[in-house]
């Protein structure tokens, strides 16, 4: 597996950008992160926690939640949220193609808006499934494509021009569930929606959200990707 730096994410002018932007966004995405939370328990990992605002939305029934977000700004806000929750929450640097935790060792795991913007999706939607216990739940909210043929092509060429460097290597073309279900995942309920629901259609309005589940079967192999990390593959398990 390869090896976290400390910082594997490193977009200081973004982050402060997107934790404005986040929490002006909450009267209207505060819901979502309810639905996408609600019944969890055990011990969770959030992936790309971001500045923590989903924090606020885990049900006490959850025993822990383990938070992994790399780039430093962003790792400050969330340890700030974490002093709020209401659930003990750990937050820790750590890129999400290679997660340092142990396999098999949480019931859950959330990924939130973070799928569009790791460098090798196939290889952090891997190391999520072996962090999960067989059976364990995937719980999802992303945005990526959507709209008609023109809304697309649009997203495309944003993708390979201006949007991942403005954006904090966000990328709007990519498709969220075929991506989790190529992945091995289990899909059991998916919701499509707007963000905003009303108004202009934006490159990144199209969002889902669902819960998916590592089959009970699964051995967890095959940790692969063909993304952009280059880093040497070791095995570097830091927090149980």
Known sequence: ??????????????????????????????????????????????????????????????????????????????????????????????????????SEAFDAAVVSLVLCSVRDVRRSLSEVRRVLRPGGELRFFEHGRGGGRAMRTFQRALDRTVWPPLFGGCHVSRDPVATIRAAGFEIESVREFLVPETGPRLPSSYCVAGRARRPESDDGDGHGGDGDDDDDDDDDRTVS
Request: aromatic share 6%; charged share 25%; net charge neutral.
């Open 1 to 102: 597996m390869a090896r976290a730096t400390k910082d594997a994410v490193h977009h200081p002018v973004f982050a402060r950008f997107y934790a404005r932007l986040s929490v002006s966004a909450e009267p209207r995405v505060g819901p979502v992160r309810d639905e996408l939370l609600a019944g969890l328990s055990g011990r969770v990992i959030e992936i790309g926690a971001g500045n923590g605002l989903n924090f606020a939305h885990f049900p006490t029934t959850v025993a822990e939640v383990v938070a992994i977000e790399p780039e430093a700004s962003l790792r400050r806000f969330a340890l700030e949220s974490a002093l709020r929750a209401e659930v003990p929450v750990d937050v820790v640097p750590g890129a999400a193609e290679a997660l340092p935790v142990k």
